[in-house]
């Protein structure tokens, strides 16, 4: 094995002692991109395997502590181990499982974070969308809103948020976007596929302040509008027929 393959394989899984533990970074991922961390301790031929709670501090990061308790529990139940309300865990574990013990535990423990971290985001982008659905109903009525309306653009359908429908069979979409890469790219994907199939639908991104977007961000208005939430609905109105 070459030099070069050695050097990877250390930095993407390494191994060391810490207070007479055995500390090891498995190349498997939490949603942050740090990888995770399972410690090992001896007791006579058997060994204690855990994530140190690296799940739930990822999830504390994240704002997504409330949700990571229910489905740690049941993600440790499917991978056959413990979770004790903090570390996910391997009890007396014998030598011949130890492997397995490891690699159920890491992934465990990247999966649970990520699926609370995702609930979180999802749990928060329904509350946005709420918000806006309320602020443009008050704008344009009832009978002229709907929560989502699934839009077909030039290569696939998608499911639009908070869209306006006028008499005359127009559309504005009014979507909730954050700073993050993910929701920066979904929605300049998302409105780049629609615009090239119908120029007479108003795209709209509603962020709570464009001041935070950076430069990458910034190119959501090469397909669609960026609206602040603060907006007043001479704005809202005024973009919303800017197809």
Not at 8 to 26: E, F, N, Y
Request: hydrophobic share 45%; with cysteine; aromatic share 6%.
């Amino acid at each position: 094995m070459g030099r070069r393959v050695r050097d990877a394989l250390t930095r993407i899984a390494a191994v060391r002692d810490l207070d007479g533990r055995t500390v090891i970074d498995v190349p498997i991922m939490y949603p942050s991109g740090a990888t995770a961390v399972v410690d090992i301790s001896r007791n006579g031929d058997r060994y204690w395997v855990s994530d140190m709670g690296r799940g739930h501090v990822e999830c504390e990061m994240s704002g997504a502590e409330s949700f990571y308790g229910k489905i740690a529990s049941r993600v440790a139940d499917d991978f056959g181990i413990g979770f004790d309300g903090d570390a996910m865990f391997a009890l007396w574990v014998t030598s011949a499982r130890l492997e397995s013990a490891i690699v159920c535990v890491a992934n465990a423990s990247s999966q649970a974070s990520s699926e609370a971290v995702r609930q979180a985001i999802d749990t928060k982008l329904r509350a946005q969308n709420e918000r806006i659905f309320e602020r443009i109903r008050t704008v344009f009525g009832e009978q002229s809103v709907a929560r989502s309306v699934d839009i077909t653009g030039r290569h696939a359908s998608w499911e639009a948020r908070n869209v306006v429908v006028f008499s005359d069979r127009r559309k504005a979409i009014f979507e909730h976007m954050t700073s993050h890469p993910n929701s920066v790219s979904s929605k300049f994907l998302m409105f780049t596929d629609i615009k090239s199939a119908d120029l007479g639908i108003s795209l709209n991104a509603m962020v709570r302040d464009i001041r935070n977007l950076d430069e990458k961000a910034q190119m959501i208005a090469d397909v669609g509008n960026i609206i602040q939430m603060s907006a007043t609905d001479e704005q809202i109105i005024r973009y919303a027929r800017a197809a």
